[in-house]
């Protein structure tokens, strides 16, 4: 789906430079975001190799706190609470790291306290995301696909309660321009990963913080094929185009980074 945009071809807004600054893995320099103590919120945004992902961290962080995904608020805020109370013992420093499913209005309770977290995420392709958690919620590892297909027994029921750009709602709330989007992502984020470069990723996540561990690359339960590669119909295709303008502009801009 074509973009039509104000800005002549190849500009960049302030926004957009200020963004690859601080993201880009050939512009960051290494250790810049390194703190022995610190506590890093690591938002797994769904089908975007969060397993993976999980099992590197685990490796090189000094505690690993998972989110559950049963009861993710309360859940957030305990394990924040343990996270925070260990960061007080100044004498032993650590590295902690808490993982799940979490959002935007989890991550405020706690900025709007002005504490020193970090926020890290992965993003991908977003009709790769929808069609690979499609798939994942009708198949037999998901504990309710029975009632998911049932609700939405197609990939076009699905694509019409997508909510608009999921994955940037998720990483900053409400926003009212895509510069407003990445100003609050500026402001929050200290990484931001694509799945599809995720080893990349991974090694500019480990050199940026910091982190004496190598970030081994797990593929699991992740598609090697895209869903631009497989038969998606047209139908679904623009539903989810026109609902994830935003999060599609995201992840270009984030996939040049590491391209």
């Known amino acids: ?26 512009l960051v320099a290494t250790d810049t975001y390194h703190d ?9 945004i769904p089908k975007t190799a969060g397993m993976s992902v999980g099992k590197a961290l685990q490796a090189a962080f000094d505690i690993f706190h998972p989110v559950s995904w049963e009861n993710t608020n309360q859940s957030f805020r305990n394990k924040t609470r343990q996270a925070l109370y260990r960061r007080t013992d100044e004498a032993n ?14 991550v405020m309770y706690w900025r709007n306290q002005e504490l020193p977290l970090k926020c890290a995420t992965i993003i991908r392709d977003p009709l790769d995301r929808f069609v690979s958690n499609y798939r994942y919620n009708t198949s037999d590892k998901h504990p309710q696909h029975a009632e998911f297909t049932a609700r939405f027994p197609t990939l076009e029921a699905y694509a019409r309660v997508l909510p608009y750009d999921y994955q940037l709602s998720l990483m900053t709330g409400a926003f009212y321009s895509f510069d407003h989007a990445l100003e609050k ?11 599809e470069h995720l080893g990349a990723s991974l090694q500019h996540f480990r050199r940026s913080h910091g982190l004496a561990t190598e970030l081994a690359e797990h593929r699991e339960n992740t598609g090697h094929q895209s869903a631009s590669a497989r038969k998606v119909p047209d139908a679904v295709r623009n539903i989810v185009g026109e609902k994830s303008r935003n999060d599609a502009r995201l992840h270009q801009l984030v996939s040049r980074c590491y391209a």
């Open 1 to 26: 789906m074509s973009q039509v945009s104000s800005q002549a071809p190849g500009t960049k807004t302030v926004a957009e430079t200020a963004f690859e600054a601080r993201f880009s893995p050939r």
């Open 93 to 106: 420093p650590c590295r902690q790291v808490l993982m799940g499913h979490f959002a935007w209005s989890d």
């Open 185 to 195: 992502l500026n402001a929050a984020y200290s990484f931001i990963g694509v799945t």
């Open 36 to 44: 022995p103590n610190d506590v890093i919120l690591f938002m797994h």
